[in-house]
């Protein structure tokens, strides 16, 4: 038997990826063998096509997360045909990931749901909702009443940081360097928007002058320590998000680009931190229209490479998403 996936043949450019005929995955004890009717793509991929994600090996099928519906589950935990959702724990990366018509996933990774929303919006959650509220409720602890900056707001994770923060009663700071995607932040729920070009001290205390509560940051380690002095005392500092292209700083000093009592950490979840009751509960809000997840554009499976060529121009304001069909 034998699928179509779109293989990263070897570390490059978007043109590495292409679609195959390949085996279809063998059912093995504790794997659960899902045909895939969507996926979202996430920057990381970029990095492991790329060839910057360590002990990847290729040619190898990516994919951190995908949505659709049990083929086989030798454990009998899940029904044949019902809806389940595959994040993280070595997908895509260790071994083979959802750009495919199927994809074989442990079973402690895949997380049920039940909803008749379109495949193509079902795909957009899985990762995005994980990652905004463990940065949010486990790394950010955010409380009523607090101020929130969101660094990278036109981002699909930051656009969905801000609608979650704004149900819990925080006020929401999102940033932009694009001053045409000022107002998008705005109808997003933003309270402020501040265009960042690269240094928003300044222009953060002059609405906060003593700095905000909270900041997450979503463009990474190019713009950290700038985002550490926008804190107030005793603020904290999530860095999720790597839009900036860069994993590592050149030059840190913990005592001094850290300001006396503030905090920093980092949020790299897992499946374990998407319970199956929290992803069904946001799958409702989603239905229910009260969380817009900004899906910006859907590609086909005989079209990833073309989509993590906009991924990687940075033309996306919202998430991207690829069904299979």
């Not at 096509?49 to 899940?78: A, H, L, W």
């Not at 949020?267 to 969380?291: C, H, N, R």
Request: net charge negative; proline share 5%; charged share 20%.
């Amino acid at each position: 038997m034998t699928m179509k996936a779109a293989v990263t043949t070897s570390p490059g450019n978007p043109n590495v990826i292409q679609v195959q005929e390949v085996p279809k995955p063998d059912v093995k004890s504790g794997w659960v063998l899902i045909r895939v009717k969507a996926f979202g793509l996430n920057r990381s991929e970029l990095f492991t096509r790329r060839g910057d994600s360590p002990g990847v090996q290729f040619p190898r099928i990516q994919g951190i997360e995908c949505v659709g519906v049990v083929e086989q589950d030798p454990s009998n935990t899940y029904a044949k045909g019902q809806q389940v959702a595959a994040i993280m724990g070595g997908m895509g990366r260790a071994f083979d990931g959802g750009y495919a018509e199927c994809v074989l996933a442990p079973l402690e990774i895949v997380v049920p749901f039940v909803s008749d929303l379109p495949w193509a919006i079902l795909g957009a959650i899985p990762e995005m909702f994980q990652t905004v509220s463990g940065s949010l409720n486990q790394a950010l602890e955010i409380q009523r009443g607090e101020t929130l900056l969101i660094r990278g707001g036109t981002s699909s994770i930051g656009m969905l940081a801000c609608q979650l923060a704004k149900t819990k009663g925080v006020t929401v700071v999102a940033t932009t360097r694009n001053p045409d995607k000022q107002q998008a932040l705005l109808n997003n729920g933003a309270d402020h928007v501040v265009i960042d070009n690269g240094s928003l001290k300044e222009r953060v205390r002059a609405i906060y002058p003593e700095g905000v509560n909270k900041v997450l940051e979503l463009v990474g380690t190019s713009s950290l320590k700038d985002s550490l002095q926008c804190t107030a005392k005793k603020g904290m500092v999530c860095m999720t998000g790597i839009l900036g292209n860069e994993w590592t700083m050149k030059d840190f000093t913990p005592m001094g680009d850290i300001p006396s009592l503030s905090r920093l950490t980092v949020y790299m979840g897992e499946s374990a931190d998407l319970p199956k009751e929290l992803l069904q509960e946001f799958v409702e809000e989603v239905k229910k229209g009260t969380i817009d997840l900004n899906i910006d554009r859907t590609f086909q499976l005989h079209e990833v490479a073309e989509a993590h060529q906009y991924m990687e121009d940075n033309k996306a304001s919202g998430k991207i998403v690829v069904e299979v069909k």
